[in-house]
T-cell receptor
């Protein structure tokens, strides 16, 4: 079954509006979650590391005021794309490191991904 | 030079063929390595971790050569259902942080 859940899976919004994407760890606490973006036929690019109870760590070139990350609880991180533009249209995906024992055969070093969210800005 | 490099493919192979994917990484401080599989418009899913001693899971064999900074994935007796993009992933621990770097992926298309 799923280890990390993401919602919504697809969203269409108008230019200038904001969109919130949720990422939840299922049956385990994740003090750290990761947010990626993937353009068609491109690799996943880390946008930011979400830290529970503190500010997110953004990768170089990622605008923190545009991509707001909130990690208010040990099982939920949210990414809000503010003032969305068509060029923000992409596949956004979160991940978390599951602890040893959460997934049969998994190690404490294994990253699991949410189902991803397709954002289309029109 | 990219941190993680893969041949983007596509690799078009007939069912039953053996196919090998290669991956190189630039940071010698990288500490753990993985192959993920990503189906079209879906999230990546862990295929297998990669160890220096080599590891095998059914038809899949992964190898790591730290000296050459090279990772490989071998798929034997390929099935139609193996068609996907295979991502080479490298993890670096930097103090309190841990960073995954993804290759662009190698696309595999298995045909009848």
């Amino acid at each position: 079954g799923a280890v990390v859940s993401q919602h919504p899976s697809r969203v269409i919004c108008k230019s200038g509006t904001s969109v919130k994407i949720e990422c939840r760890s299922l049956d385990f606490q994740a003090t750290t979650m990761f947010w990626y973006r993937q353009f068609p036929k491109k690799s996943l690019m880390l946008m930011a590391t979400s830290n529970e109870g503190s500010k997110a760590t953004y990768e170089q070139g990622v605008e923190k005021d545009k991509f707001l990350i909130n990690h208010a609880s040990l099982t939920l991180s949210t990414l809000t794309v503010t003032s969305a533009h068509p060029e923000d249209s992409s596949f956004y995906i979160c991940s978390a490191r599951a602890p040893v024992g959460r997934v049969p055969g998994g190690s404490g070093n294994t990253i699991y991904f949410g189902e991803g969210s397709w954002l289309t800005v029109v | 030079r990219k941190e993680v490099e893969q041949d983007p493919g596509p690799f078009n192979v007939p069912e039953g063929a053996t196919v090998a994917f290669n991956c190189t990484y630039s940071n010698s401080a990288s500490q753990s390595f993985f192959w993920y599989r990503q189906d079209c418009r879906k999230e990546p899913k862990l295929l297998m971790s990669v160890y220096s001693s080599g590891n095998e899971d059914g038809r899949f064999t992964a190898q790591l050569n730290r000296a050459s900074q090279y990772i490989s994935l071998l798929i034997r007796d390929s099935k139609l259902s193996d068609s996907a993009t295979y991502l080479c992933v490298v993890n670096q621990n930097t103090g309190t942080a841990s960073k995954l770097t993804f290759g662009t992926g190698t696309r595999l298309q298995v045909t009848l």
